[in-house]
């Protein structure tokens, strides 16, 4: 490769139009020295120039599992790829700006994060961002759906509850559907119960683990704290605040930001924890179980949050409730009401 081939190879890293410009076969070459240079996988994140998609940009570039990193928005996109782009790390990053380049962005990704979307506000509920979100989320599934319908979809835009229904519907109405493929994250909620309950019982939040199950809205966060590991318990007060703690999770950061959005930094953490154990398990690492918002069969509901095991198509095993306690029980049952409508509002968006 000469001098001048060097150069326009750097230029196609940082912008696709770039590559374009020397009518392709740059990128193409770009391509393959990622695939050969640093072994991995290819993703995409869609919003990533937004509160989220800014620190979820940056701690992917520092996954070794990732060797592409493409950088999708609608403002912003070549800043934030810019910057990125000078860490020196393995992934190859390159910034797309606009619906003309969707399509590129996605080509070829094994999977796709999306926090594209407005955020809550104070006074507002993740049911408030359905009408501009909705939107959102239809068009990129489009693109999934066109360019890259086997790749992984992690669904961060809110209403998550009703925003990986629209996702299903849209992916089945280009005949590209697989279940096994969409995962609505709801990491944080697990993120913050680990944090919660290890402050009441007085340990490291990194021994601890708390199923979350349901959704990802109030009450349909229902953290199981009869199952938490190490095995432990909880007087009846104690369940009270740290139920209520982690449903409300959310609400406590968006108001402490007071009108300047919600979570973005645990956020791109738990995102990154959860898009890492995708790609462990599409790596075919062993046991990767967390908990997710997918479409399931554990309770009558088309879509429900639980612990799956991700494997190299995806979720792979979908694991039942087990034994709850009768606050549990009581919680399940106020969740699934809830769900229920954010479902079917999702779907009958994609279907009228
Ligand atoms: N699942 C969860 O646990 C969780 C946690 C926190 C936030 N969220 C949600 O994530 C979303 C993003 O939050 P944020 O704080 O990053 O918001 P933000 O406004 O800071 O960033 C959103 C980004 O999306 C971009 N965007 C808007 N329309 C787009 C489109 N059509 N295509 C591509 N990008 C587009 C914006 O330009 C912006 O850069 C919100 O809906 C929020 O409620 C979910
Ligand atoms: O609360 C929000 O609106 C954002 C997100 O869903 C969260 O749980 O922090």
Same mark, same amino acid.
């Given at each position: 490769?000469?001098?001048?081939?060097?150069?326009?190879?750097?230029?196609?890293?940082l912008?696709?139009?770039?590559?374009?410009m020397e009518?392709?076969?740059v990128l193409?070459?770009?391509?393959c020295?990622?695939?050969?240079?640093?072994?991995?996988?290819?993703?995409?994140?869609?919003?990533?120039?937004g509160?989220?998609?800014?620190p979820?940009?940056?701690?992917?570039?520092?996954?070794?599992?990732?060797?592409?990193?493409?950088?999708y928005?609608v403002?912003n996109?070549?800043?934030?790829?810019?910057d990125?782009?000078h860490?020196?790390t393995?992934?190859?990053?390159?910034?797309?700006?606009?619906?003309?380049?969707?399509?590129?962005?996605?080509?070829g990704?094994?999977l796709?994060?999306?926090p594209?979307?407005?955020?809550?506000?104070?006074?507002?509920?993740?049911?408030?961002?359905?009408?501009?979100?909705a939107?959102?989320?239809?068009?990129?599934?489009?693109?999934?759906?066109?360019?890259?319908?086997?790749?992984?979809?992690?669904?961060?835009?809110?209403?998550?509850?009703?925003?990986?229904?629209?996702?299903?519907?849209?992916? #089945?109405?280009?005949?590209?559907?697989?279940?096994?493929?969409?995962?609505?994250?709801?990491?944080?909620?697990?993120?913050?119960a680990?944090?919660f309950?290890a402050?009441?019982?007085?340990?490291?939040?990194r021994?601890?683990s708390?199923?979350?199950?349901?959704?990802?809205?109030?009450?349909?966060?229902?953290?199981?704290?009869?199952?938490v590991?190490p095995?432990?318990?909880?007087?009846k007060?104690?369940?009270?605040?740290?139920t #209520?703690?982690?449903?409300?999770?959310?609400?406590?950061?968006?108001?402490?930001?007071?009108g300047?959005?919600?979570?973005?930094?645990?956020?791109a953490?738990?995102?990154?924890?959860?898009?890492?154990?995708?790609?462990?398990g599409?790596?075919?690492?062993?046991?990767?179980?967390?908990?997710?918002?997918v479409?399931?069969?554990?309770?009558?509901?088309?879509?429900?949050?639980?612990?799956?095991?991700l494997?190299?198509?995806g979720?792979?095993?979908?694991?039942?409730?087990?034994?709850?306690?009768e606050?549990?029980?009581a919680?399940l049952e106020?969740?699934? #009401?809830?769900?229920?409508?954010?479902?079917?509002k999702g779907v009958?968006?994609? #279907?009228k």
């Amino acid at each position: 490769m000469d001098a001048n081939q060097r150069i326009a190879r750097i230029a196609a890293h940082l912008h696709p139009s770039n590559a374009q410009m020397e009518g392709g076969s740059v990128l193409e070459r770009a391509n393959c020295r990622a695939k050969g240079g640093a072994p991995g996988f290819k993703v995409a994140i869609l919003g990533a120039a937004g509160g989220i998609g800014q620190p979820l940009a940056m701690l992917m570039k520092m996954n070794p599992l990732v060797s592409v990193l493409h950088l999708y928005d609608v403002v912003n996109a070549p800043g934030v790829t810019a910057d990125i782009s000078h860490m020196d790390t393995g992934a190859v990053v390159r910034g797309f700006l606009g619906q003309p380049q969707l399509d590129a962005a996605l080509t070829g990704m094994d999977l796709v994060i999306i926090p594209a979307g407005v955020p809550r506000k104070p006074g507002m509920t993740r049911d408030d961002l359905f009408k501009i979100n909705a939107g959102i989320v239809k068009t990129l599934c489009e693109g999934i759906a066109r360019c890259c319908p086997n790749a992984i979809v992690n669904l961060i835009s809110n209403p998550v509850n009703s925003t990986v229904p629209i996702a299903a519907e849209v992916f #089945k109405k280009a005949g590209t559907y697989d279940p096994k493929r969409l995962l609505g994250v709801t990491m944080l909620d697990v993120v913050r119960a680990n944090t919660f309950v290890a402050e009441v019982l007085g340990l490291d939040p990194r021994e601890v683990s708390v199923p979350v199950v349901g959704g990802h809205a109030g009450v349909t966060i229902l953290p199981l704290l009869s199952q938490v590991k190490p095995p432990c318990s909880f007087t009846k007060e104690e369940t009270e605040y740290l139920t #209520k703690r982690i449903q409300d999770g959310g609400t406590e950061v968006v108001q402490a930001k007071a009108g300047a959005g919600s979570a973005t930094l645990s956020m791109a953490y738990a995102a990154v924890k959860f898009a890492d154990r995708c790609l462990r398990g599409l790596r075919g690492d062993a046991d990767i179980v967390e908990c997710a918002y997918v479409e399931s069969r554990v309770t009558e509901l088309p879509f429900f949050a639980t612990q799956v095991r991700l494997g190299r198509n995806g979720v792979e095993e979908i694991y039942q409730l087990g034994l709850l306690n009768e606050y549990e029980r009581a919680g399940l049952e106020e969740a699934k #009401k809830e769900l229920a409508g954010s479902i079917e509002k999702g779907v009958s968006f994609i #279907k009228k």
